[in-house]
Structure formats: C-alpha cells, structure tokens
C-alpha cells in the first residue's frame, strides 16, 4: 500500500489477556519502529528494527512486551498479560534512508 | 536519556492569527522533524531539518533549526480552522540513530 497500515484500529480486551498487534510498513522501507503514546502524552519509543540487524528493544517496559519483524516486512508487537496501564494508542513507523519517519493510524488498545 | 522540551502545551487562537511554538533539548540533535497528528490519526510529517541554520517552509509553515543544534521552531501563518491538532517536535542524536525523541506536543485551538 501507499502508508504504513495497523490492525486492528481498536482493541478491547480484558485484563491478563495477550493482545497482538500488526504493522505493514511502506513497501521497501528497511526500518520499522514501535511507539506508546498514552492519553494527552507525547510519543514513547519501544523498538526499532532495521533490516537484518538485531533489533533495539531498549524501550519495552516490561518482558510483557515483545516484537517480532518476519521477512523484514510485517511486524507484530506482542503484549502478554495485559494490564490497564498498558491501554494507550500504538504507532507504526518505517523509515527508508535517514531518519524522517511515516507513521500508521495507530491501534487504540483499552485493556479493561 | 535525551529530553525534549516543547512549549506552549496548548494554544488558542483567532483565525487568521500566526502561531509559534518551540523545542529545546538537553543534547545536540543531528534532525529535527516536527508532526501534526489529528485526532484518531497518526502523525504526519510537516517539516524535516537537517543542518543546523536551517530553515524551511511548506506553505503556511515555516521551521528552522537552531544554529546550536538545541532547538527548533516551528510558525504557523495566517491559521486556519483545519490547523487544530497536536503539533510534535522530534529529534535525532548522534548516539541514536534511528530513535526520535519526541516533545510532549502542543495543542493547537483554532476559533473561527
């Protein structure tokens, strides 16, 4: 597709339930990253994966969190457990060269 | 870690007013981008700046990047209704490629 695409937009999900979520990256980009952004907050990075390289999860909160990149395309970021702090919006980027990042519509996640 | 400090949070204006806000960091950034994001949507690149001095426009919008490479602005001329959302800074450092560090963003009211 043209942008970055997420599924699902909206996830309601109960308490200790495992969630996952999706990213398609634009077609071609090498990088793809994660980001948390909670109600009237600013972004708040996750994990970054560039091409075949080990990815940087230095800014998963807790090892509740985990992502995968499959084929160096689609990503799925994996909460387990969830718990209600971890309801907030996450965003989808990929980048080609440099640093300027596209971004998805996100997935809101409400974990009652 | 890097911070990122960008006022005002919020900002209500007349139509047909200018607007500005700002960005300071703790560090030297190598690129400043700033985003708009609408409500339900995903952030969508306005600006990117890549040399310090730099200043560059996108109709309406004009941002520069500081000469000590710890700052950006971003104006807004002549505002108009679909102007409202959240408007970001980002940054990138040269110990972490890949990885933005965003603003806290600024709300942005626009009355007709």
């Known amino acids: 597709g043209a942008g970055v695409s997420q599924s699902p937009s909206n996830k309601v999900t109960e308490k200790g339930k495992d969630v996952e979520l999706r990213c398609d990256p634009i077609?071609?980009?090498?990088?793809l990253y994660w980001y948390r952004q909670s109600l009237g907050q600013g972004l708040e990075f996750l994990i970054y994966?560039?091409?075949?390289?080990?990815?940087?999860k230095s800014g998963l909160p807790s090892d509740r969190f985990s992502a995968e990149r499959t084929g160096g395309s689609v990503s799925t970021l994996t909460i387990q457990r969830t718990q209600q702090e971890d309801s907030a919006v996450y965003l989808c980027?990929?980048?080609?060269?440099?640093?300027?990042?596209?971004f998805g519509p996100g997935t809101r996640l409400l974990v009652l | 870690g890097q911070q990122l400090n960008q006022s005002p949070q919020s900002m209500f204006i007349q139509e047909g007013e200018d607007v500005s806000m700002n960005c300071t960091s703790s560090s030297i950034f190598n690129t400043w981008l700033w985003y708009k994001q609408d409500p339900g949507e995903g952030p969508v690149l306005l600006i990117a700046?890549?040399?310090?001095?730099e200043l560059t426009s996108n109709g309406r919008l004009t941002a520069q990047f500081g000469i000590t490479r710890k700052d950006s602005f971003l104006n807004i001329s002549a505002s108009i209704p679909s102007d409202v959302g959240i408007y970001f800074c980002a940054g990138q450092g040269s110990t972490s490629y890949g990885k933005l560090t965003f603003g806290q963003g600024t709300i942005l009211t626009v009355h007709p």
């Open positions: 994966f560039q091409g075949n390289s080990a990815p940087d």
């Open positions: 077609s071609g980009h090498t990088a």
């Open positions: 980027a990929s980048s080609s060269e440099g640093p300027t990042q596209y």
């Open positions: 700046l890549y040399k310090a001095g």
